[in-house]
């Protein structure tokens, strides 16, 4: 079956160092890729997504790329703030036997951003 | 758009007794799914439906969790008799395109944290 894997947390970083958080998949068709964001207390909400290759998703400063060749898409952001500190899941939707689309998500990635 | 609904958004019960979670999705959304979050196991799927219809049960622990979507804008997960391994948070998301909805992002409700004690 498909799967995501993601770098384990937690990501303790300096307010405006380097983010990067890796994150490779296994499907068998052509899946849409996704990063989700889970503040404390609250539901998952979408920060960017890419649905074919080579497409880069972007919001927030946060950028990461469709590779199909590596099975990867790799979250970055060039300065974090204390703000960005967070759950980041990894996730893809790909199509099930049925016909329908089915979600797989990442173990997620903890991220604590200090001052 | 208020997004997706659940309710209750604490619930603590007594092992044994019966719960029943509730959400409403986005209008229009015709994907609905069950998640459970807890921090041993992840984010699991248990269960999706489209246009009201179960497609995968299959993430759905065991026979004391039950689902059901009686119209577009109505689900409730029931757990029956509740046990303290229940114990999480419960989040509820829809989805627009049932079948060509792969594009698509889910829109996650607040989540409904159960305790059984």
């Known amino acids: 079956g498909d799967s995501v894997t993601q770098m384990e947390g937690p990501v303790t970083l300096s307010e405006e160092a380097f983010l990067t958080i890796n994150c490779t998949y296994t499907a068998t068709g052509y899946p849409s890729l996704f990063w989700y964001v889970q503040y404390p207390g609250e539901g998952l909400q979408l920060l960017l997504k890419a649905t074919k290759a080579d497409d880069k998703g972007s919001n927030k400063g946060f950028e990461a790329t469709y590779r199909k060749e590596t099975t990867s898409f790799h979250l970055e952001k060039g300065s974090v703030q204390v703000s960005d500190s967070a759950v980041y899941f990894c996730a893809l939707s790909d199509r099930g036997t049925g016909g329908s689309y089915i979600p797989t998500f990442g173990r997620g990635t903890s991220l604590i951003v200090h001052p | 758009d208020a997004g997706v609904i659940q309710s209750p958004r604490h619930e603590v019960t007594e092992m044994g007794q019966e719960v029943t979670l509730r959400c409403k999705p986005i209008?229009?959304?015709?994907?609905l799914f069950w998640y459970r979050q807890t921090m041993m196991r992840g984010l699991e799927l248990l269960i999706y439906?489209?246009?009201?219809?179960?497609?995968?049960d299959s993430g759905m622990p065991e026979d004391r969790f039950s689902a059901k979507m009686p119209n577009a804008s109505f689900s409730t997960l029931k757990i029956q008799p509740s046990e303290p391994r229940d114990s999480a948070v419960y989040f509820c998301?829809?989805?627009?395109?049932?079948?060509?909805?792969?594009?698509?992002?889910?829109?996650f409700g607040p989540g409904t944290r159960l305790t059984v004690t």
């Open positions: 209008s229009g959304h015709n994907s």
């Open positions: 439906f489209n246009n009201n219809v179960p497609i995968d």
């Open positions: 998301a829809s989805r627009r395109g049932a079948s060509g909805g792969g594009a698509y992002e889910q829109y």
